[in-house]
Every structure is written in C-alpha cells, then in structure tokens.
C-alpha cells in the first residue's frame, strides 16, 4: 500500500525478539484483548500461525502470520496485557478469539443495526473497533482506550 | 404485498417504451438505451425498508431467477449493485422458487458463509438461470441468504453480527460484480492448504451438522458478469449528476460488456491501474501524496484520510459522526495504466445540512476509519463516485479492450 504519510509517531524498532513456527494440535486456550501476553505463546498454536515479536518503543508487537494469509498484531503494554489487535489479509480472521470476552459486547452493540454501507467505527465504552473490507481483502483493528500506554497514539496501532 | 408493489413500480421505470435513450449523464462513453439487450435499469433509491432504516446511495437493480432450463421464474427487485464483492445473494425469505441445490451429493448442502464489511451473510449455494436485463447467466452458482435450510454454525459467528435478513441487509440481496471472477478461488478449493471457512458442507444425516468444506472453483459463488455467453468481460454502470442537494431517487444504467457493442466502448475513458485485488492509487493533494484505494459501488460514500489530513471537519454529532460537515470542491488524481494521471473533481457537503429528503447524493463523505495506516486504503470512492460519470469495472480473466485486467476506467 503506498502512503506517503511519512511522520509516524510510534516508529518501529524492529529489535526481532523471536520468530517460530508451530504445527499441532489446538489447546482450549487463547489470548485475546485485554488478556496477559503470557496467552499469546499459545495462539501462534491455535491458529496454526507463525509468530514474530517485535519491540515499539512503548510497546511490544506480537505478529501472527496465519495459514490464510492474514497477519495479525497483537499489541502488549509494560502492564503486560494485550491493548490492541489489528489484522489485515485476504480473509477476516476468528473475531471471537481476537476480541475474546469482549466479542459478544460488540455483537450486541450491533444488534438492529443496519448492514455497513462503508469501513466502520464502532465506539462502545472502553473499546473502539473499526473494519473495513473490499473483495477479498479485510482489514481492521480494536483497542481498549484504557490499556493504551500513555504516549501512544491509537492511529499507530496497525 | 409490498413485494408486488415494488415490482409493478420497477416494471414502470423498466418500460422499455421507445427511444428510451440515456437522460443527462455526465462523463465518457457513447449513447446506451434500455432497450438494448446488455443493458438494464440500475436505481438509487431509498431500498425495500422504510425510514429511517431507508438506504442512503444504494444502487438497485431487478432481476429474474429461473429454475435451471425452465420457465419457472421470479422476479426480484432491490438487489444492491456491488462492485465491491462477487455473486449474486438473495434473501431466502424473498425466494419463492425451488432451486436446486448445488451440491452433487444427496443430503448434503453446500452452505456460504460470505463475509461483507461488518458481518457474514449466511445461507445455501443454489443453481439458477440468472437474467438481468437481456442477459443470461445459466446453471449459475448463488446464495440464497437466511437459516431456514441449516443455523448458522459457530465458525461462521466469529466474523461480526449475521446479515442475514432485511433488515440487517437493507436490500433483497446482492449483485455483486467485482473484477474476480468468483467470491472465494484457490484457498476455497480442493488441495488448499487451509480452508478459510467460506463454504461449509450441511449434512442431513443423523447430527452430522455443518463443516467447512472445499468447492471447486467452477462451482464457487461466481460473477454473474463473467458467465454471460457474451458481453463478459466487464460492466459499465453510469449515473446521472446530481445537484449539491441531492435528489430522492434517480435512474441509471448498467451495461455489460466492455468494448463488445457499440453502446459499451470505453470511448475517451482513461484506464486506471489497479493491482490484482482491484486496488488503484489516489493522488491528494494531486502530486503531494498517494494512498491505496478503491471504487466501490457498494460503499455509500467517499470514505478517505481523517480530519487531520484532508483539513475537513468531521460531524460531531453521534449520529454523523461517520461523515464530513464540511462543504469543499476537491481534486484528486488516480494512476493510469499508461503511467499518467486521472484527474478527479468531487465534493464534500455539510452531512449535517443535507435533505433528509434526497437518498442520491454525490457529495457524502466521511474520514477513513482506521486511518493514517501504511496497510489500510486511504480512499474509498463509493457510490457518489459514479454520479455524473460512467465507470467501467473489468474482471480479471476476461481481456478487455486496451488494458491489462483487472482495470476501472472513466
């Protein structure tokens, strides 16, 4: 994608921190947002997903390489806890195992709601989700406003 | 009942009395009338639900659904006109044909879970005859949209809510004619790697219950574009201006076929280059900075950058806050095939100011949500793109005519 929008604020560092492979079986549990990083270990295994860690400044990014093609970012905070996830890729991934237990609060706060006739924000307390999608590329991120570590910009969060 | 009434309100606008040719369009390309056989009626209107659920800039069109090789048809109106997706979807509580199902092996049903913006629509893959204006897409595999064959399974719940009924919808369904060929390919068919969960197979057998499942791509949802027998390789949809106010509702075309009749050349209409997944490049300010992008017909408005960025004012009101209040006459520029640009005048209206009155405007917009992002689109040119203009959308294993495919040109 090419974007001229050259001053970002949260410059990546890059400092690779580990990168694995992971083929197997799919144990019960998996981390989502507002979860400890220690669950994230165990999602490169449930999604069949080869991870990358990299370190922000004021953040640490945990990038799932999924089967399908999507990657998606799991963003942690010094308090340890996953603040953000992003996704971008052919194909949406599991919803519910990204938002985790607040998944079903952003279903509800969509009930009645009319189809989305364009990329979407939807603020609910604490949470802010936006989606978009065209033909067969899907993209979209989620934060909990309270986690975000001060200094960090939720526009950085990709 | 109030889907005779549609029906008889469409088969007047259809009416396909003489000299029926193109009111006062804007844009490339030459003379189209309605009475030619590639050509049908397209509406923006407000759709099938009333106020305040009514859609804004949705593309309608009717079409007829005929059980394969007969005479058994149903005709059915308000299916929205998307460039953005492939195939064609129709609400099952809107179907009163028996289709026959398109999975070769008894009891078991091919089902789609097709993921649109904020939510999968789910339902059963059927065979019909497709026709739309005088075209005929034969033996075609569609969606019929709804629960009433098998619920929704719990692989397809984790994509946002279901949009399987009117009201979540806002159309009787979709026609989706994108640059690919058909909704999923390679990673929906037999020997991928991982199934990304689009189809699943329904067993009615004891408690077998719903799995994913490959299809071949043959019998993937398809465009019905792409299986016409002619006139294949593309559409062209054009739309008439409108003011700055709007209007209620207007009348357009939609032709298929690129450069394979005398009514659907391309004419002085410059080529864009989009990549394989039909994304192009804005350029704005013109010259200054460029973002990925895309032309939508089934986007309800020009979504791009943010408040920051373009220097316009986001709506503060919750109920706008999706949308510029801001009154602006812009340009931007989109990348040619031939490496030049395209230049491009559009406008922002004051979302706050506009007639709650007009469901055709050509001046919606709103920030990109998401944005700045190095991989997010920075521009969407939605529905108000296509006022004023005609935009053709070629698919990319057809040829077309003096471009590499997938291409838009205008």
């Excluded at chain 2, 469409?10 to 369009?25: E, H, K, Q, T, V």
């Excluded at chain 2, 979504?303 to 949308?323: I, K």
Aim: charged fraction near 15%.
């Amino acid at each position: 994608m090419k974007t001229s929008f050259s001053q970002m604020r949260c410059r990546w560092l890059w400092a690779l921190v580990g990168t694995a492979a992971v083929f197997g079986f799919s144990p019960p549990a998996r981390a989502a947002l507002g979860d400890d990083v220690a669950m994230v270990a165990r999602d490169r295994v449930v999604m069949h997903a080869r991870l990358q860690v990299l370190r922000r400044n004021n953040c640490e990014v945990h990038e799932l390489a999924l089967p399908s093609g999507t990657t998606v970012r799991q963003f942690v905070g010094d308090h340890g806890k996953i603040f953000a996830v992003a996704w971008s890729g052919g194909f949406r991934p599991d919803l519910r195992d990204i938002m985790g237990a607040h998944y079903d609060r952003f279903l509800e706060s969509r009930r009645g709601k009319p189809r989305a006739r364009g990329p979407l924000r939807v603020e609910l307390p604490g949470m802010v989700v936006f989606m978009g999608g065209y033909l067969r590329t899907f993209f979209g991120h989620v934060y909990l406003t309270d986690l975000v570590p001060a200094g960090l910009d939720p526009k950085d969060i990709r | 009942m109030m889907r005779a009434l549609a029906t008889v309100t469409l088969a007047l606008l259809l009416c396909r009395c003489g000299g029926n040719s193109d009111p006062d369009f804007g844009g490339t390309g030459g003379s189209i009338s309605l009475s030619e056989p590639n050509v049908v009626a397209v509406t923006v209107d407000p759709g099938p639900l009333p106020p305040p659920n009514s859609y804004t800039n949705g593309l309608f069109v009717t079409i007829t659904l005929c059980v394969p090789g007969t005479a058994t048809c149903q005709t059915i109106d308000h299916l929205l006109v998307d460039t953005g997706s492939v195939g064609v979807r129709v609400l099952e509580s809107e179907l009163d044909l028996a289709l026959p199902s398109a999975s070769d092996t008894p009891d078991v049903e091919w089902m789609g879970c097709a993921a649109f913006i904020d939510g999968n629509a789910w339902g059963p893959i059927r065979i019909a005859d497709v026709k739309v204006g005088g075209q005929i897409a034969a033996n075609l595999a569609i969606q019929a949209i709804g629960e009433s064959t098998f619920p929704v399974p719990p692989g397809c719940r984790q994509g946002g809510p279901p949009i399987n009924d009117l009201e979540s919808l806002g159309s009787k369904g979709i026609f989706g004619i994108g640059v690919l060929p058909e909704d999923c390919g390679v990673s929906c068919a037999p020997g991928t790697t991982w199934n990304v969960g689009q189809y699943y197979a329904c067993s009615r057998l004891g408690t077998a219950g719903c799995s994913k499942t490959a299809v071949p791509i043959a019998k993937q949802v398809a465009n019905p574009v792409a299986k016409f027998p002619v006139d294949n390789n593309g559409s062209l949809i054009r739309l008439p201006r409108v003011s700055a106010s709007g209007a209620p509702s207007v009348v357009g075309l939609l032709a298929f076929g690129i450069g394979t009749q005398p009514n659907n050349g391309l004419g002085d209409a410059r080529i864009l280059a989009a990549d394989e997944n039909g994304f192009v490049t804005t350029s704005f300010p013109v010259g200054v900075a460029r973002y990925s992008s895309y032309i939508d017909s089934g986007s309800n408005g020009l979504y791009f950058l943010d408040e920051a960025t373009s220097g316009l004012r986001q709506c503060t009101t919750p109920s706008l806050a999706d949308f510029y209040c801001d009154t602006r006459n812009l340009r931007a520029s989109l990348a040619a095939q031939d490496g030049t640009e395209v230049s491009v005048s559009f406008s922002v209206a004051d979302a706050s100011r506009l007639p709650g009155s007009a469901y055709a405007l050509s001046n919606l917009a709103g920030p990109m949500p998401g944005f700045p992002s190095a991989s997010l689109p920075g521009f969407v040119w939605g529905l108000p793109f296509y006022f004023g203009r005609t935009v053709f959308t070629s698919i990319v294993t057809q040829e077309a005519p003096l471009g590499t495919t997938p291409y838009f040109a205008f």
